[in-house]
Structures are given as structure tokens and as C-alpha cells.
């Protein structure tokens, strides 16, 4: 078991940042490839990074490219993610996921563990 633990999110102005973090206890974090995912009211969850288990590789989805940054610190049993220039569209609950079965993954369905959440609210 992996037990999986977000913070960070807030309420923001457009154009400011924030950092997510998402603490992992429990295994080897660094068995783990971890991505962060998004839901907002009445939309489906959609990937937004993702890491390999090193770190070395990293996804982004288009809406983020540019503006979002993840990374993890294996030695900290943490991942981040960095959120500059953030823009209303971005407002959503933020999960953490985890899977030790792919070395990085986009689809959702195949992380095994996730965290409960942090809220990021972007106003204009």
C-alpha cells in the first residue's frame, strides 16, 4: 500500500502560481511513476503531468505545457507540481496518483493509488 498525501492548493489570482505537493509513505517512492490529475465540477479527470520513476522523463497535456512544471524528490518521497500563470480553466480538484506497474503512464486507469485531493481556485 501506498498512502498518498496532497497539499498546497489554494485560491489564486489569474496569472499567479502555486506549488502542489503530494507526499508518499507507505513503499519504495521511488519504485512508484507518479502523475498528477485534475477534475473539475462536471468534467471528466484528465491528466495533467506525469514522472518517471527517476524523474528522467516527464508528460505534459497541451492546456499545461509551458506553464505547469512536475518533479519529485525521491529522497523526500515527494512530488511537485509547479502551477505559474494560471488561468481560471485551471480551477479543479488536484490528485496524486501512483504505479509501480509502468515505468510513466498518461492513462489514469492504470495508477493504482491516488490521494484525496487538493482544491486550486484561479479567479479572474
Known amino acids: 500500500q501506498v498512502q498518498l498525501v496532497e497539499s498546497g492548493g489554494g485560491l489564486v489570482q489569474a496569472g499567479g502560481s502555486l506549488r502542489l505537493s503530494c507526499a508518499a509513505s507507505?513503499?519504495?517512492?521511488?519504485?512508484?511513476?507518479m502523475g498528477w490529475f485534475r477534475q473539475a465540477p462536471g468534467k471528466e479527470r484528465e491528466l495533467v503531468a506525469a514522472?518517471?520513476?527517476?524523474?528522467?522523463?516527464?508528460y505534459y497535456a497541451d492546456s499545461v505545457k509551458g506553464r505547469f512544471t512536475i518533479s519529485r524528490d525521491n529522497a523526500k518521497n515527494t512530488v511537485y507540481l509547479r502551477l505559474n500563470s494560471l488561468k481560471p480553466e485551471d480551477t479543479a480538484n488536484y490528485y496524486c496518483?501512483?504505479?509501480?506497474?509502468?515505468?510513466?503512464?498518461?492513462?489514469?486507469?492504470?495508477?493504482?493509488?491516488w490521494g484525496q485531493g487538493t482544491q486550486v481556485t484561479v479567479s479572474s
Open positions: 496518483a501512483a504505479t509501480s506497474r509502468y515505468a510513466i503512464t498518461t492513462r489514469g486507469g492504470l495508477y493504482d493509488y
Open positions: 507507505g513503499r519504495t517512492f521511488s519504485n512508484y511513476a
Open positions: 514522472t518517471s520513476k527517476s524523474g528522467d522523463t516527464t
